[in-house]
């Protein structure tokens, strides 16, 4: 304090001591009367929460006593030359709500040149160690952090207009962005030359912070910390400080008025009870017997059809289509579930390839792509009277969606890895907050394409259904990145995936242990009803049932009664049961032998099982 206090004297900066919140014992801000709302920080990310809870206490007062203009300076911030005494030697950008002061932050090209300083867009970096801001500024400040997720300085540097419009690598800041006020932006400058330097005393920017912050320090800054952190917390560096400036000349103050845009809006979780899905997937089913194929499923005891979308509009499963077909499908009585593949062909562990729309987007355009392309897509099934009982993310998302191409930077897409790749685990870590962002995203557009009063159950869909234990890993993951859903959906393929056996689909009930509000629907399973000439599978003359006829019919059965013994679980669907039509799909012999339709598109004697299950409430 003293050290401080003898430097702003002798540049003449009069200044008021701001009490830092301690974040290793925080407790006020998280009182309500604070009006401040955390969330995602673990207890020991104490630094990240007091850092951003003192700024925002700093905002708030600024707010209160309607100052026009503040400037806070952290207690590790280093003037290199005196402040200006009066604003109009400040000489602003006419529409600035904030000018950062330091020299970490990365200037664009220079837009305003002043009398003393030149003024440009901010175009990367970090800190918040010194910073001019407007009363107009602290109250976005405010809406963009609350809820307060994320280390303060990426989270306001995401909202910044001149950061969403430079989204490409290596400065992916769109990442942190509150979706709960994703369209307040601010205008943001830097000044030249910088007014404070930051001498890189010790503080708790490596292994000791939020994850997130490591994350951003290695996306954005190119500095890499391996560790994680195991250490414990090192204290954090004390009180900001802040003076006041009063324009002598109220005209030179910028008077651009703060109006709040529209939040977007966030997914709710169903409160809706689960019924028992008893479903068909009829992607493959020609659009001429939509109705026919339709009037048959529920003749069979069918409640629910699952239907696949891919994004351009000439593809073989367009938006147009799949409406076409679940109108005719509602018509006759059945739910309709709609499985989003965010691609123009299929999706599933092995490829997960941007639309060709999309494939130029850094991670905030995909971010704000998803969003907007889920809310059309929603919306427009409610336009056309077509309610949806599900709405699934993605397509079999175990490792990720929309990745970036093999010659790109892989953090330009939502590629994930399992632990047993050679990648550190900081490596691995990163895409997951990637993908946090895009189904945040995706969540929020469901949210935001409902009718107010209608619901809708959201799912992520995994190909583990017969590796629970990787499932379980994958929710863990995914939880701790603020990643959820109403629904748990699992693929299940006793012919292609290894322990895929009927005595361990017991096994879901461990999901429902560890995730008691999500329930899990087997969404794709399916057994072939005669022998097939592809190679592709682990063992082609080997399966727990007869591959015939009656042979496909006792393994649904039992199927269908081994997943109603598990409380949770809340349906099974049958993937393929219309691939009989190659006009639609290709006509691979493994996926032909697999349908519930025979070659002359007569039911097989499986279909019936979907009749002995009890009606759905």
């Avoid at 030179?252 to 845009?261: G, H, N, R, Y």
């Avoid at 109603?564 to 006009?583: E, H, I, K, Y």
Wanted: aromatic residues 10%; neutral net charge.
């Amino acid at each position: 304090m003293a050290e401080i206090s003898e430097h702003l004297s002798s540049l003449q900066a009069s200044f008021e001591r701001w009490p830092a919140t301690d974040g290793a014992a925080f407790r006020a801000a998280a009182d309500p009367s604070t009006n401040i709302e955390i969330r995602g920080f673990g207890p020991w990310a104490g630094g990240e929460i007091g850092c951003g809870v003192s700024h925002i206490r700093i905002w708030q007062r600024i707010v209160e006593q309607k100052t026009p203009w503040a400037i806070v300076l952290e207690d590790d911030a280093r003037l290199c030359a005196p402040l200006p005494a009066n604003m109009e030697d400040w000489d602003l950008p006419a529409d600035a709500d904030i000018v950062l002061l330091n020299d970490r932050s990365l200037p664009g090209p220079t837009l305003h040149r002043g009398k003393k300083f030149s003024y440009a867009e901010v175009a990367g970096g970090a800190g918040t160690d010194g910073y001019l801001v407007s009363y107009a500024g602290a109250k976005k400040l405010l809406a963009v952090t609350r809820p307060l997720s994320n280390p303060l300085d990426f989270q306001m540097y995401a909202h910044f207009n001149s950061i969403q419009a430079a989204d490409r690598y290596p400065y992916f800041w769109r990442l942190p962005r509150n979706p709960e006020a994703a369209h307040v932006g601010l205008n943001a400058h830097r000044i030249l030359p910088a007014l404070i330097t930051h001498p890189g005393t010790d503080s708790t920017i490596g292994n000791w912070r939020h994850p997130r912050a490591r994350f951003y320090c290695r996306t954005l800054l190119g500095v890499n910390y391996d560790s994680d952190g195991d250490d414990g917390p090192r204290s954090y560096h004390g009180p900001s400080y802040y003076s006041v400036m009063s324009p002598k000349n109220p005209s030179t103050t910028p008077t651009k008025a703060f109006v709040e845009e529209p939040k977007r809006r966030v997914k709710k979780r169903s409160v809706l009870p689960a019924p028992f899905f008893r479903g068909i997937d009829i992607s493959h089913c020609h659009e001429e017997k939509a109705g026919s194929t339709a009037a048959v499923l529920a003749d069979h005891g069918v409640d629910t059809v699952r239907l696949s979308v891919w994004v351009d509009d000439e593809s073989a499963m367009s938006l147009k289509r799949t409406l076409h077909m679940a109108k005719a499908a509602s018509e006759r009585g059945l739910r309709i579930y709609l499985a989003l593949h965010y691609s123009d062909t299929w999706a599933d562990p092995g490829r997960q390839d941007k639309p060709r729309a999309w494939r130029r987007h850094g991670i905030g355009q995909l971010v704000d792509q998803i969003h907007d392309y889920t809310k059309n897509v929603v919306d427009r099934f409610y336009r056309n009277e077509i309610p949806l009982s599900i709405v699934q993310l993605g397509n079999e998302i175990t490792n990720g969606l929309l990745w970036a191409k093999d010659n790109e930077d892989e953090r330009t897409g939502g590629r994930l890895h399992p632990p047993v790749n050679q990648l550190k685990s900081w490596q691995i870590d990163d895409q997951w907050f990637i993908i946090s962002e895009l189904l945040q995203a995706a969540d929020a557009g469901v949210a935001a394409g409902l009718p107010a009063g209608e619901d809708v159950r959201t799912m992520l869909h995994l190909d583990r259904g017969a590796d629970i234990d990787g499932a379980l890993w994958w929710l863990e993951k995914s939880s701790a990145v603020g990643i959820s859903s109403d629904l748990i959906g699992l693929s299940f393929y006793g012919m292609w995936h290894n322990g895929a056996t009927i005595a361990n689909l017991a096994r879901i009930q461990e999901l429902r242990e560890r995730y008691p509000n999500r329930p899990v629907v087997l969404c794709e399973t399916a057994y072939p009803y005669r022998p097939f000439t592809d190679d592709l599978v682990k063992d082609l003359s080997v399966g727990e049932f007869p591959l015939s006829p009656a042979g496909q019919q006792k393994y649904l059965e039992a199927a269908l009664s081994a997943v109603r013994q598990v409380p949770n679980c809340a349906g099974l669907f049958w993937w393929g049961a219309c691939f009989t039509d190659s006009r639609v799909a290709p006509s691979i012999d493994r996926f032909l032998a697999h349908a519930l339709f025979d070659a002359n598109g007569q039911p097989l004697p499986a279909l019936r099982a979907f009749r002995g299950v009890p009606q759905a409430q």
